[in-house]
């Protein structure tokens, strides 16, 4: 279907057949792409902790028409459309997203060389996907991604862990998960809590990063300083752009889309 906010850009849903269950998708094509006998590397998008497809709300349809790419998105197993989980996730549930359910999703999409774009947790998953594959990941752009639990992350967590709590709050959720709300909520607050998990880092995961990155974080982001894409920036491998936005908090994709769809478009341009 054509998508009404941005003409000329087609977007389709998809499912991914899981062992654990059925991972929803959507993607969004630009006019000419489809043709295309050398088309461009896809971008994949990483959402967040609370995040899914729909919560991306009409960025992706916009990436699509400033790139030139197509664009796909994917909920997690647990969260949006795709299949509820039972358990909560291990507590390497960062990395395992790269080992256990990208590379499925990857293979069912069709999906060769990709850029890998990862929003707050997701842009450590988009890390470990442009560590496990190499050349294969094109370009890594991270945005207001955790390095690791800092202690700014852990109380404004702490913080939103007690606001869900309000019934209200969580109906909120419930449009976009459904039913599986409080597991999603669970998931993010028990994990990143967990007195174990204060010992996860990407600091040995970065340094296998060859791809290009770039690091977006907004200088008031509540869930991390500006620590964290320093370092993505600096341990990389690859040639590094950190870009650090003034008056913006933890969703620059959605505080400042003009902003960050420019920074995107000239990255990618500028490495060919």
């Given at each position: 279907?054509?998508?009404?906010?941005?003409?000329?850009?087609?977007?389709?849903?998809?499912?991914?057949?899981?062992?654990?269950?059925?991972?929803?998708?959507?993607?969004?094509?630009?006019?000419?792409?489809?043709?295309?006998?050398?088309?461009?590397?896809?971008?994949?998008?990483?959402?967040?902790?609370?995040?899914?497809?729909?919560?991306?709300?009409?960025?992706?349809?916009?990436?699509?028409?400033?790139?030139?790419?197509?664009?796909?998105?994917?909920?997690?197993?647990?969260?949006?459309?795709?299949?509820?989980?039972?358990?909560?996730?291990?507590?390497?549930?960062?990395?395992?997203?790269?080992?256990?359910?990208?590379?499925?999703?990857?293979?069912?999409?069709?999906?060769?060389?990709?850029?890998?774009?990862?929003?707050?947790?997701?842009?450590?998953?988009?890390?470990?996907?442009?560590?496990?594959?190499?050349?294969?990941?094109?370009?890594?752009?991270t945005e207001s991604?955790?390095?690791?639990?800092?202690?700014?992350?852990?109380?404004?967590?702490?913080?939103?862990?007690?606001?869900?709590?309000?019934?209200?709050?969580?109906?909120?959720?419930?449009?976009?998960?459904?039913?599986?709300?409080?597991?999603?909520?669970?998931?993010?607050?028990?994990?990143?809590?967990?007195?174990?998990?204060?010992?996860?880092?990407?600091?040995?995961?970065?340094?296998?990063?060859?791809?290009?990155?770039?690091?977006?974080?907004?200088?008031?982001?509540?869930?991390?300083?500006?620590?964290?894409?320093?370092?993505?920036?600096?341990l990389s491998s690859?040639?590094?752009?950190?870009?650090?936005?003034?008056?913006?908090?933890?969703?620059?994709?959605?505080?400042?889309?003009?902003?960050?769809?420019?920074?995107?478009?000239?990255?990618?341009?500028?490495?060919?």
């Amino acid at each position: 279907m054509t998508d009404l906010n941005t003409p000329g850009i087609h977007s389709c849903d998809h499912w991914i057949e899981h062992p654990q269950g059925r991972i929803f998708a959507r993607s969004w094509t630009p006019p000419g792409a489809a043709g295309n006998p050398r088309p461009q590397s896809p971008i994949v998008l990483f959402h967040d902790s609370l995040g899914c497809v729909e919560l991306w709300r009409d960025f992706p349809a916009a990436l699509s028409a400033a790139t030139g790419r197509r664009v796909l998105a994917y909920d997690r197993l647990g969260f949006g459309r795709s299949d509820p989980r039972r358990d909560l996730p291990a507590l390497d549930f960062v990395a395992d997203e790269a080992a256990s359910y990208f590379p499925i999703v990857r293979e069912q999409l069709g999906i060769g060389r990709f850029v890998a774009f990862g929003h707050s947790v997701g842009g450590g998953m988009a890390v470990n996907c442009a560590a496990a594959f190499g050349a294969e990941c094109e370009v890594l752009i991270t945005e207001s991604a955790q390095v690791f639990p800092e202690e700014r992350t852990l109380s404004s967590i702490a913080e939103a862990k007690e606001q869900f709590r309000d019934d209200t709050q969580l109906k909120r959720l419930e449009r976009y998960h459904g039913d599986k709300a409080r597991w999603v909520v669970d998931a993010w607050t028990e994990s990143w809590l967990h007195p174990e998990f204060a010992a996860w880092t990407l600091e040995g995961v970065l340094p296998r990063v060859t791809s290009p990155v770039l690091a977006i974080h907004g200088i008031h982001d509540e869930y991390g300083t500006t620590t964290h894409p320093e370092m993505i920036g600096n341990l990389s491998s690859g040639p590094s752009r950190v870009e650090i936005l003034p008056d913006t908090y933890h969703v620059p994709h959605r505080e400042r889309p003009a902003v960050v769809l420019n920074l995107v478009a000239e990255f990618l341009d500028s490495i060919g």
